[in-house]
């Protein structure tokens, strides 16, 4: 299956290359070239999977995606090869009525993910190797939105739905109900959890997290185990593990929401990054990125052999 895939996406990486800019939609065993994200939605069926090149892909806010798309870009941070750059929408990514098991993936998001409304749950939804301003759960019976090895420089909010919140980089994280937090990064957020005692999360699992600055805990019934806090802030939770030293001391480059930073743990530090922290378990994708093939390498020969071929080497490796 694997090799189907990067077979496949190969093919497309070869026609979009050719005609700039373009968008692929696949739809089972047919590919169309669109120019613009809107018309890639529209023009998608259900289930179809959207590939965005490297370039900018402005969104407007009455563009809502109403059935299950999977979009996936060539990541936020692309070097190498891949020169056209990373791949980056412009604007609010809303997913409405009808898109549950949707997923976005290794993109660059000026605005927003928007889950639902106010008067629609929508389920299922994955975010994954993006760098957006938030992710922002409009139902309180949304149902399983994932969000996973993100940067999200903004206040991301559950608005009481329940998910799981694993493995980023993040500002801070709003009224998540009967979810898990774990993993995370928490960097300029005063208020991690909510913002009052009257917007809380409530019966969330809080684990192994670390937080860089000080945090006040509005929660109702969580389990906090495991955090980590930094920079002369008190421990978060019982059995939570301070550490008076600076951040600067702490991280190899603790630059806040930004793909610029780095928190593995420097040397003196490194036991803990088995313990805390978004490296731990499968752990965080440095590179972001998405499940695309990448260029390695690239041989073109000055000419053509002496049957009138152009024979390319060119070496590929996919992301996670």
């Not at 593990?241 to 480059?253: C, P, Y």
């Amino acid at each position: 299956m694997k090799k189907v895939i990067l077979s496949l996406m190969i093919a497309i990486m070869a026609t979009v290359a050719v005609k700039a800019q373009q968008i692929a939609v696949v739809s089972g065993s047919t590919t169309t070239l669109k120019r613009t994200l809107a018309d890639a939605i529209s023009a998608a069926t259900a289930s179809s999977v959207i590939y965005l090149p490297g370039g900018g892909f402005p969104i407007a806010d009455d563009v809502i995606i109403k059935k299950k798309l999977t979009i996936i870009g060539i990541g936020h941070k692309v070097k190498g090869e891949n020169a056209d750059g990373y791949t980056t929408i412009t604007g609010n990514l809303h997913f409405g009525a009808g898109s549950d098991g949707s997923a976005v993936m290794g993109c660059y998001i000026s605005g927003n993910v928007v889950i639902g409304d106010a008067s629609t749950a929508v389920n299922d939804i994955l975010v994954r190797y993006c760098n957006a301003n938030c992710v922002d759960v409009m139902n309180s019976g949304s149902d399983q939105t994932t969000v996973n090895q993100c940067y999200l420089r903004g206040i991301s909010d559950f608005h009481g739905a329940n998910g799981e919140f694993t493995h980023n980089i993040a500002n801070s994280i709003y009224k998540i109900d009967n979810g898990e937090v774990a993993y995370n990064i928490f960097t300029t957020g005063n208020l991690c959890f909510g913002n009052s005692s009257s917007y809380q999360s409530e019966s969330t699992s809080i684990i192994g997290n670390i937080f860089t600055v000080g945090c006040s805990k509005y929660t109702i019934d969580c389990l906090t185990a495991g955090n980590m806090t930094t920079n002369r802030v008190s421990p978060f939770g019982d059995d939570s593990k301070g550490l008076s030293q600076s951040n600067a001391e702490i991280f190899e480059k603790p630059s806040g929401v930004t793909p610029y930073s780095s928190y593995h743990f420097k040397e003196g530090f490194k036991e803990y990054e088995s313990q805390y922290g978004i490296y731990v378990g499968n752990g965080f994708n440095d590179d972001a990125l998405p499940p695309v093939p990448y260029i390695v390498n690239m041989r073109i020969p000055e000419q053509t052999d002496a049957d009138g071929k152009l024979r390319l080497q060119v070496r590929v490796r996919a992301g996670e």
